[in-house]
């Protein structure tokens, strides 16, 4: 097949990350985590960026999901051949776990850009004769498991990535943790660098952590404390044993748990977060450490319609490789902006009634909700009142959603459970659909087909968010919860409109449901209706701003000449 020796010749920056979504057929995403990996992968290819991506092969990815008669979300392993679109590269790594030698072994899949550029990902993958049949199981599931199997992953992506791109003969100017999850990664570095001579082992002053720090760059994820990947020290002792001396582990891991953020954080020289109010959101989390802000992105080509892409290409030549050109949209006449939207979104009906037998009108407007399902997100917020809503949007709203609950997240099935029973109550008079198994190839048609793409996050919980810029990048305004990017990307009336205050909050214990209820009727009904109906040329405008004033600059491209020139070339 291909040669991957030559991935080694030149110095790469390896980026790790638990998922990476790449496409539909190799499922070992869940969610925004792993698209933004796929999309920073992508776009660094497209940029010629001397990359080397690692991540875990999930062989029964994250999980199907079909709904019971109930309405109950019902999940089934994703089975799919490695073999068939991936490379099995020579060399295996071993890595300790209780006690055993565990072998890693790496796929690799080439991510090949029409500029020329390429450059490989690396799927770990456990499932190799001579492990015990449960190490061979450690890289099934993604996200899967309880807290032993997910030590077990971290030490497989972080220790076992290191060691294998080690073996295979690549070179490293710096490591990029796209979240916590790969934070082991740094004491397999300290190891190998700076680890002291055998009888000042137990000394944490002989170890000198400088030259790791050096060359690690963090990214976090998550906005709250709950969220960060912790263990109890006597699990890691008997899963992972001493990599390094325990007190020196605790030093920079924390002292009660090892904590991966805590970890990352000691470890790296850059450390950021995802949009510039999640960066405020971490620094006051992580008093003691810089935290820097680099907004995320999405893959400009991967995201635009089939429909806009032809547009674009005809009036913006260069835009997928030079997003920034989409900042003259003004030169698409109207009436071909208006009709590619249209085309993407018969293009969306044709589908939604092949899956669900729902026939929805192309006239009527069409507001798009999906995500993962999760209690922040609050997928059923507009339906907290069914009357009002039922007064503001009969024969005037069509609504579609879509998303997956953790399989373990009983809250976020109800939610679904409860848009499903809402789709039977307002029948024909306001008609729902929700489309089951979330994935890339579903997102890349339900965005760009609705009219208005609704969020409403629990604030400061969206860290960045990125389906809204797909909406954007397809000419499709937000109606969004000013958090996140929205925050950067919302100009009231000209991008789109928020829902709710301004952003203020840094924790998330203040609750602004009631006024965030009250503003998205309000702004439906006296706003929204109102302008798609009556002023077609204003619309027009608006999708257009969505195009020139968010989509030119929210989009992977820039957001990798940002990481190139404020943390890897640092
Ligand atoms: C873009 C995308 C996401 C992330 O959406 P958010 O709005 O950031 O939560 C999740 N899943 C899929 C399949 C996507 O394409």
Same mark, same amino acid.
């Not at 698209?35 to 992968?41: E, H, M, Y």
């Not at 720090?213 to 002792?237: K, M, Q």
């Given at each position: !097949?291909?040669?991957?020796?030559?991935?080694?010749?030149?110095?790469?920056?390896?980026?790790?990350?638990?998922?990476?979504?790449?496409?539909?057929?190799?499922?070992?995403?869940?969610?925004?985590?792993?698209?933004?990996?796929?999309? +920073? $992968?992508?776009?660094?290819?497209?940029?010629?960026?001397?990359?080397?991506?690692?991540?875990?092969?999930?062989?029964?990815?994250?999980?199907?999901?079909?709904?019971?008669?109930?309405?109950?979300?019902?999940?089934?392993?994703?089975?799919?051949?490695?073999?068939?679109?991936?490379?099995?590269?020579?060399?295996?790594?071993?890595?300790?776990?209780?006690?055993?030698?565990?072998?890693?072994?790496?796929?690799?899949?080439?991510?090949?850009?029409?500029?020329?550029?390429?450059?490989?990902?690396?799927?770990?993958?456990?499932?190799?004769?001579?492990?015990?049949?449960?190490?061979?199981?450690?890289?099934?599931?993604?996200?899967?498991?309880?807290?032993?199997?997910?030590?077990?992953?971290?030490?497989?992506?972080?220790?076992?990535?290191?060691?294998?791109?080690?073996?295979?003969?690549?070179?490293?100017?710096?490591?990029?943790?796209?979240?916590?999850?790969?934070?082991?990664?740094?004491?397999?570095?300290?190891?190998?660098?700076?680890?002291?001579?055998?009888?000042?082992?137990?000394?944490?002053?002989?170890?000198?952590?400088?030259? =790791?720090?050096?060359?690690? $760059?963090?990214?976090?994820?998550?906005?709250?404390?709950?969220?960060?990947?912790?263990?109890?020290?006597?699990?890691?002792?008997?899963? !992972?044993?001493?990599?390094?001396?325990?007190?020196?582990?605790?030093?920079?891991?924390?002292?009660?748990?090892?904590?991966?953020?805590?970890?990352?954080?000691?470890?790296?020289?850059?450390?950021?977060?995802?949009?510039?109010?999640?960066?405020?959101?971490?620094?006051?989390?992580?008093?003691?450490?810089?935290?820097?802000?680099?907004?995320?992105?999405?893959?400009?080509?991967?995201?635009?319609?089939?429909?806009?892409?032809?547009?674009?290409?005809?009036?913006?030549?260069?835009?997928?490789?030079?997003?920034?050109?989409?900042?003259?949209?003004?030169?698409?006449?109207?009436?071909?902006?208006?009709?590619?939207?249209?085309?993407?979104?018969?293009?969306?009906?044709?589908?939604?009634?092949?899956?669900?037998?729902?026939?929805?009108?192309?006239?009527?407007?069409?507001?798009?909700?999906?995500?993962?399902?999760?209690?922040?997100?609050?997928?059923?917020?507009?339906?907290?009142?069914?009357?009002?809503?039922?007064?503001?949007?009969?024969?005037?709203?069509?609504? =579609?959603?879509?998303?997956?609950?953790?399989?373990?997240?009983?809250?976020?099935?109800?939610? $679904?459970?409860?848009?499903?029973?809402?789709?039977?109550?307002?029948?024909?008079?306001?008609?729902?659909?929700?489309?089951?198994?979330?994935?890339?190839?579903?997102?890349?048609?339900?965005?760009?087909?609705?009219? =208005? *793409?609704?969020?409403?996050?629990?604030?400061?919980?969206?860290?960045?968010?990125?389906?809204?810029?797909?909406?954007?990048?397809?000419?499709?305004?937000?109606?969004?919860?000013?958090?996140? *990017?929205?925050?950067?990307?919302?100009?009231?009336?000209?991008?789109?409109?928020?829902?709710?205050?301004?952003?203020?909050? +840094?924790?998330?214990?203040?609750?602004?449901?009631?006024?965030?209820?009250?503003?998205?009727?309000?702004?439906?009904?006296?706003?929204?209706?109102?302008?798609?109906?009556?002023?077609?040329?204003? *619309?027009?405008?608006? +999708?257009?701003?969505?195009?020139?004033?968010?989509?030119?600059?929210?989009?992977?491209?820039?957001?990798?000449?940002?990481?190139? +020139?404020?943390?890897?070339?640092?």
């Amino acid at each position: !097949m291909s040669d991957w020796r030559r991935y080694t010749e030149i110095p790469r920056i390896a980026y790790f990350s638990m998922e990476i979504g790449l496409m539909t057929e190799i499922p070992t995403y869940s969610g925004g985590l792993g698209i933004l990996a796929g999309d +920073t $992968i992508r776009s660094a290819a497209d940029l010629k960026l001397p990359l080397v991506a690692v991540t875990l092969i999930s062989r029964k990815g994250y999980f199907r999901q079909t709904f019971n008669a109930e309405g109950w979300q019902q999940e089934s392993s994703v089975d799919w051949k490695p073999e068939d679109l991936l490379e099995l590269l020579p060399g295996k790594a071993l890595v300790t776990i209780e006690n055993r030698d565990v072998k890693v072994q790496a796929w690799m899949y080439q991510v090949k850009s029409p500029t020329g550029g390429e450059l490989p990902v690396l799927f770990l993958d456990t499932d190799i004769p001579g492990n015990l049949p449960e190490d061979r199981k450690i890289t099934d599931h993604l996200y899967g498991g309880g807290e032993d199997y997910r030590l077990k992953q971290e030490i497989v992506l972080g220790i076992g990535g290191a060691r294998l791109l080690q073996i295979l003969g690549f070179q490293l100017r710096k490591y990029h943790l796209n979240e916590g999850h790969a934070s082991l990664l740094t004491l397999e570095l300290l190891n190998n660098h700076h680890r002291p001579v055998e009888d000042t082992w137990d000394e944490h002053d002989s170890w000198d952590t400088s030259w =790791v720090r050096s060359v690690c $760059i963090f990214t976090t994820h998550t906005p709250v404390e709950a969220g960060h990947d912790r263990f109890p020290y006597d699990l890691v002792e008997r899963i !992972m044993g001493d990599v390094i001396p325990l007190k020196l582990l605790k030093e920079l891991g924390g002292e009660d748990e090892l904590n991966m953020t805590t970890l990352a954080l000691n470890m790296s020289h850059f450390v950021n977060g995802v949009a510039k109010k999640h960066g405020d959101v971490s620094q006051a989390l992580f008093p003691g450490f810089e935290v820097h802000a680099i907004t995320n992105g999405i893959h400009p080509f991967t995201w635009a319609s089939p429909y806009l892409i032809t547009l674009y290409d005809k009036y913006l030549p260069g835009w997928a490789n030079e997003p920034e050109l989409l900042v003259r949209v003004d030169n698409i006449p109207d009436q071909e902006i208006y009709d590619a939207h249209a085309g993407a979104k018969a293009y969306l009906f044709q589908y939604i009634e092949e899956k669900t037998g729902t026939r929805l009108d192309p006239e009527v407007l069409t507001i798009g909700f999906a995500r993962r399902a999760t209690a922040y997100k609050r997928a059923n917020m507009i339906f907290t009142d069914p009357q009002r809503l039922l007064k503001i949007g009969a024969g005037k709203l069509q609504l =579609v959603f879509s998303g997956k609950a953790h399989p373990h997240d009983d809250y976020g099935k109800e939610m $679904i459970l409860q848009i499903l029973q809402q789709a039977d109550f307002f029948g024909d008079k306001l008609k729902i659909v929700y489309l089951p198994n979330y994935d890339m190839e579903l997102a890349s048609r339900l965005i760009p087909g609705v009219d =208005v *793409w609704l969020n409403n996050p629990l604030r400061p919980l969206e860290a960045s968010g990125t389906s809204g810029m797909k909406a954007a990048l397809n000419g499709v305004p937000n109606f969004s919860v000013l958090d996140g *990017w929205w925050i950067e990307g919302h100009i009231e009336g000209v991008t789109g409109w928020s829902i709710g205050p301004p952003p203020t909050e +840094t924790t998330a214990t203040v609750n602004n449901s009631d006024e965030d209820v009250k503003d998205l009727y309000k702004k439906l009904e006296e706003t929204i209706i109102p302008l798609y109906y009556n002023d077609r040329a204003g *619309w027009i405008k608006l +999708t257009k701003n969505a195009i020139g004033k968010n989509a030119y600059y929210f989009n992977t491209h820039v957001m990798m000449r940002r990481y190139v +020139t404020e943390a890897y070339l640092q």
